[in-house]
């Protein structure tokens, strides 16, 4: 029996690679036919106050409040639909071809980062049958094309093989595009802040390290907290003084807390955790056993259950894979565990969601470092 050469064996592998592509295309396709049909486009609930933005930017020129500012890529993309008479569905189209294409990058990221024939197919089909997380995709509401942005995002800066000036300037215009998309797009600063320090500039003196970590953290903590005294209704100080788990979901309307004159900043915050402590250590247990935890008692038994059946099992494979990760040294995992843990630390600052969509962000993420664990060889393409 004559040996494989390299040559039949990268055939081979494109060739896998090619089927693996056209199955999960169909079943893209299938997940998000079945959605549209389930669902139609959809421009109640959240979507409304967008709708409502776009008319009120369209008569004025300006938005009603400055918060909203925050999420005007949904909003200007409902304004041009509207002047161009173009309708919404227009809208619909380019979510799904956002999506499509953040598919494609997951993949191509999976396929890099896992390197190995199977585990970047099982990883894209679990991104693909994520129900919660496609079902948004005939939503006017932000989260189909934040979702897409930050996988499109991720993808390109992970799969970085060095840094230049030209690709340092199309990461801050992603960052800057992902912070106007959704407010929480801001934590993705921090996350490539830590990932490029670690991969790209091992080099450079102690001292030089000290000035950039320093600037960065002044930058970083003093735009958010500009962002948190954006205005408009938000309160940070509401999910304390209300005890809310999910935002909107009062358990109490009779705590008394110790708060600041400044309850919408850093300061504000940090005030209310200190004086605070034990109310604050409480909340953040259940909220932690919301973020983490996705079942809800308003959900159908049926629905809970799928929830456990799809997620639980990462969380497990992800303490596996992370160990392995860590072993390796890769500095993906930096990335990766710095985005999660600054979505779930968001949660514990603030509220839940109602339907999970701040884990749900994070998922994608947490079944890369799952599927790690079946990795078996040190992958030195992406350190």
Request: aromatic letters at 18%.
């Amino acid at each position: 029996m004559k040996p494989i050469s390299s040559t039949n064996s990268f055939s081979l592998n494109m060739r896998k690679q090619y089927y693996q592509k056209m199955v999960l295309l169909v079943l893209w396709i299938i997940v998000q036919w079945f959605l549209l049909w389930r669902n139609g486009i959809v421009t109640s609930l959240e979507a409304d106050k967008y709708i409502s933005q776009a008319h009120f930017f369209l008569n004025t020129g300006t938005l009603s409040g400055n918060n909203y500012w925050l999420y005007s890529t949904q909003v200007f993309l409902i304004a041009a639909a509207i002047k161009l008479h173009m309708g919404f569905a227009i809208i619909v189209i380019i979510q799904f071809l956002l999506n499509l294409l953040s598919t494609w990058m997951f993949y191509k990221l999976a396929l890099k980062f896992l390197n190995d024939p199977v585990t970047p197919f099982l990883a894209t089909f679990f991104f693909i049958i994520n129900i919660p997380y496609q079902v948004y995709n005939s939503f006017l509401f932000t989260e189909s094309i934040f979702y897409s942005l930050t996988i499109i995002y991720s993808s390109y800066l992970l799969r970085l093989n060095r840094i230049t000036v030209a690709r340092l300037l199309i990461i801050i215009l992603f960052l800057a595009f992902l912070s106007v998309t959704r407010p929480t797009g801001f934590l993705f600063f921090g996350a490539t802040a830590l990932y490029i320090f670690s991969r790209f500039l091992n080099h450079i003196a102690l001292w030089k390290k000290g000035i950039i970590i320093c600037s960065a953290l002044i930058v970083f903590f003093a735009v958010l907290n500009m962002m948190l005294q954006s205005g408009g209704s938000l309160d940070f100080m509401l999910p304390f003084k209300k005890e809310n788990i999910i935002c909107g979901v009062p358990t109490t309307n009779n705590t008394e807390i110790k708060t600041s004159e400044k309850g919408n900043s850093l300061q504000g915050i940090l005030y209310y955790i200190l004086n605070n402590k034990k109310q604050f250590l409480r909340l953040a247990t259940l909220k932690t056993i919301s973020f983490f935890g996705l079942v809800r008692n308003y959900y159908s038994t049926f629905h809970n259950i799928f929830l456990v059946i799809i997620f639980y099992p990462f969380y497990i494979l992800s303490f596996a894979g992370a160990w392995k990760l860590i072993r390796r040294k890769q500095r993906i995992f930096y990335y990766l565990s710095a985005i999660i843990v600054l979505y779930w630390i968001t949660t514990l600052l603030t509220c839940d969601d109602w339907h999970n969509r701040f884990v749900l962000t994070v998922f994608p993420f947490i079944f890369l470092v799952g599927f790690s664990a079946f990795t078996k060889e040190k992958n030195d393409q992406l350190t």
